[in-house]
């Protein structure tokens, strides 16, 4: 039948009856009809779908609710178990003298590329402890360590990654004194810097692109995401912790929280979340896995009797904690990690970007953030060489050593993490109607104009 024909005889006309109309309507029409009923509904499911995660909490969204990736704990469980055990233990932790003083060497050149960081607000900079402040008995380090008297890789980047170590993860080296400062943790605390632009940039850039490529490729294994997670976790948390301690007014040196911030780095981006609770219970992992190490900790700085007690007892608590134990049973089995062949290859490719990640942090240009940074990233280190070194060569695998500095670097760590976890648990809805609530109230264009 010729088209023009087919259309004016289905044409349906007001002389005829509504059976007739129907009867005569051409199939093309009908399939048009069809085709439009479908995309409606297509359309009013994607736009309900979005008002759904714009206006219900995530939490309740589900779009953070099931497992923990790896792990056999589910988001609600992390975050009752941190509000209730885990944040109120690591806060008093953090706070004994044992924990609350970091020896660091702050003024390392970068290894990589001149010195370009510039951060003026006056909280960039870190307050040093004055040499009486700090226990007499730090001054001694904690044990022998293969003593390689590593002092600041500047113009060798190579330096940085060749080294024979206890900790193959990281560079620092407690038993070197020279250029090392000790640093209240307690007063000088992980908050917004001013510290951004190019130089901070830089710093991610390499990081990511260098060193911890997202998926470096299709095939890209298990251990390489792991790095990459941890990573990630980490500058989520940085981000958190930028947003829940903000500098709202300089002048009046106001601080605040700064939702937009929170919303804008952190809870747009789900894998971000994803990837901080991956990297909070990968580091609770570790302390847990090395209880009886930590538990047999000497944890004397000289101070009374008392505190070492509380000190010992809140570790206890915090390493044989039942509730931990019995609340995620299952965690990251890290011996199916570094399997086959390759496995002691690839042990040394990701060591070595640990270690290029580690001696980045002399890169960091701002004071306050370089010792977070490289508190963090000895603390990751730490980690890792609790749960995977060893994993590799069976036959090479050494009880485990542990250097004060890197106990303190680990607890902290873990403190910090438990509390962005608990920032983003309970501020993260709020930063989310608060953007969806100025989205609503920005006056829509007039379609004349
Ligand atoms: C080691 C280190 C420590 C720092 N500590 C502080 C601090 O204590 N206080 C402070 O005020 N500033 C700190 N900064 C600076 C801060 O991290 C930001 O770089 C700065 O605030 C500028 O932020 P931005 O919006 O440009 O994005 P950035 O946070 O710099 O992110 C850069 C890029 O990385 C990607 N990205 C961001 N977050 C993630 C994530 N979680 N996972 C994967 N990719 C991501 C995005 O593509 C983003 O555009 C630190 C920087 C570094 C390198």
Redesign the pocket.
């Known amino acids: 039948m010729d088209k023009k024909k087919g259309s004016k005889v289905g044409r349906p006309t007001a002389i005829r009856g509504r059976g007739e109309a129907q009867w005569n309507c051409p199939r093309w029409l009908l399939v048009a009809a069809f085709g439009a009923v479908v995309a409606l509904l297509l359309a009013t499911a994607v736009s309900f779908r979005g008002f759904l995660k714009l206006w219900i909490s995530p939490w309740d969204a589900g779009k953070y609710s099931g497992m923990v990736e790896d792990y056999g704990c589910d988001y609600e469980t992390v975050n009752r178990l941190n509000e209730e055990v885990l944040h109120p233990i690591l806060q008093e932790l953090v706070k004994t003298s044992f924990f609350r003083y970091f020896k660091v060497k702050l003024w390392c050149d970068c290894p990589f590329w001149p010195d370009d960081g510039m951060c003026h607000l006056r909280d960039c900079s870190v307050c040093e402890c004055p040499d009486n402040e700090f226990p007499e008995l730090f001054k001694e380090p904690s044990k022998a360590r293969l003593a390689d008297n590593m002092a600041c890789q500047e113009g060798k980047p190579q330096a940085a990654v060749n080294r024979t170590l206890d900790n193959p993860w990281t560079h620092d080296d407690e038993t070197d004194n020279a250029g090392m400062t000790y640093v209240n943790l307690q007063l000088n605390p ?7 632009g190019p130089s ?2 830089r ?2 850039d390499a990081i ?1 692109k260098e060193n911890c490529a997202k998926y470096p490729s299709k095939e890209s294994c298990s251990e390489q995401k792991v790095l990459y997670k941890l990573i ?1 976790g980490l ?2 948390s ?2 958190v ?2 947003a829940s301690d903000y500098l709202i007014d300089e002048v009046l040196q106001l601080w605040d929280e700064n939702l937009d911030l929170l919303h804008d ?1 952190v809870m747009r981006h789900p894998e ?1 979340i994803r ?1 901080l609770y991956f990297t909070f219970f990968f580091v609770l992992r570790a302390v847990t896995k090395a209880a009886d190490y930590l538990e047999q900790f000497e944890y004397n700085t000289g101070n009374s009797q008392e505190e070492l007690k509380t000190t010992q007892s809140l570790v206890r608590e915090l390493v044989f904690n039942p509730k931990i134990r019995a609340a995620c049973p299952l965690p990251i089995d890290e011996a199916q990690l570094w399997k086959g062949e390759e496995g002691p290859e690839l042990m040394h490719q990701i060591q070595k970007q640990f270690r290029n990640i580690s001696a980045m ?1 002399d890169c ?1 240009g ?1 004071e ?2 370089r010792l ?2 490289k508190l963090q990233v000895l603390g990751l280190g730490t980690a890792l060489d609790i749960l995977f070194s060893g994993n590799v060569t069976s036959n090479l695998i050494q009880p485990l050593q542990l250097e004060r500095n890197e106990i303190i670097a680990l607890i902290n760590l873990l403190n910090r993490l438990s509390e962005s976890v608990k920032f983003v648990h309970e501020m993260g809805p709020k930063a989310e109607k608060l953007v969806k609530g100025k989205v609503n109230a920005t006056p829509k264009k007039n379609s004349s104009q």
Not at 190 to 196: A, H
């Open positions: 992980e908050r917004y810097t001013g510290y951004s901070a940039r710093i991610w990511y990630s500058h989520s940085i981000s912790h930028i780095r971000r990837n942090m960091v701002c306050k953030c977070w940074g």
